[in-house]
Structure formats: structure tokens, C-alpha cells
Nanobody
Framework: QVQLVESGGGTAQAGGSMKLTCKVS????????MAWWRQAPGSQRELIGH????????YYERPFEGRFTIFRDNAKSTVYLDMNSLKPEDTAVYYC????????????WGQGTQVTVSS
């Protein structure tokens, strides 16, 4: 059974930075593209972007290009999300997951990590 454990969230001021971590167990993540999603209160979960299995390329949804960076360390079975120039509207619960065809999540969701950005 694959388990996803996100961490690193907290409170930041607008304009600040934060780095999130996703530890994956129960599978070999090398064979999966991995993605980050987020869900703000009252909103649907939205895709931020994904990174290929080897980590050689990452792709982002337009609102996150230039501010967010996804990278991975397959040896540690870990995926990261670097967030810069944070805005109050980045306040959300952040989740990672594998990608299974298109951008569908591969496994059950973890608990996510809360990010709160104050103005």
C-alpha cells in the first residue's frame, strides 16, 4: 500500500518562501511522474504541476509558473515543492501524488500539509 506523507507547511508572510516535502513509501517512485496539488477552502483540488520519473523535466499550470518549483530525490523516495513570492491566495492544503494517465492521481491521498499565507 502506497503511503504519502506531506510536510513542511505552516504560516508565511506574503512575499515569503516555503518548501514542502512529500515522502512516499510502498512503491518505487522512479517509475512514476509525481505531482503536487492544492485545495483551498471551498474550492476544488487543483493541479500545480508534475515532474517526470527521472526528474529531468517539470511542467506547471500557468498560475504557478515562475513561482513554484518541483524537484525530487528518488534515492530518498521524496518529492519537493519550492514556493516563492507567496500570496495570501496560496493559502491551501497541499498534496502530492503519483500521476496515472493524464494527470489523475495514482494512489489514495495523504493528509496534506496546510500552508497559510498572511498579508
Amino acid at each position: 500500500q502506497v503511503q504519502l506523507v506531506e510536510s513542511g507547511g505552516g504560516t508565511a508572510q506574503a512575499g515569503g518562501s516555503m518548501k514542502l516535502t512529500c515522502k512516499v513509501s510502498g512503491t518505487n517512485i522512479r517509475i512514476y511522474s509525481m505531482a503536487w496539488w492544492r485545495q483551498a477552502p471551498g474550492s476544488q483540488r487543483e493541479l500545480i504541476g508534475h515532474i517526470t520519473g527521472g526528474g529531468d523535466a517539470a511542467y506547471y499550470e500557468r498560475p504557478f509558473e515562475g513561482r513554484f518549483t518541483i524537484f525530487r530525490d528518488n534515492a530518498k523516495s521524496t518529492v519537493y515543492l519550492d514556493m516563492n513570492s507567496l500570496k495570501p491566495e496560496d493559502t491551501a492544503v497541499y498534496y502530492c501524488n503519483g500521476v496515472a494517465g493524464g494527470v489523475r492521481p495514482a494512489w489514495s491521498w495523504g493528509q496534506g500539509t496546510q500552508v497559510t499565507v498572511s498579508s
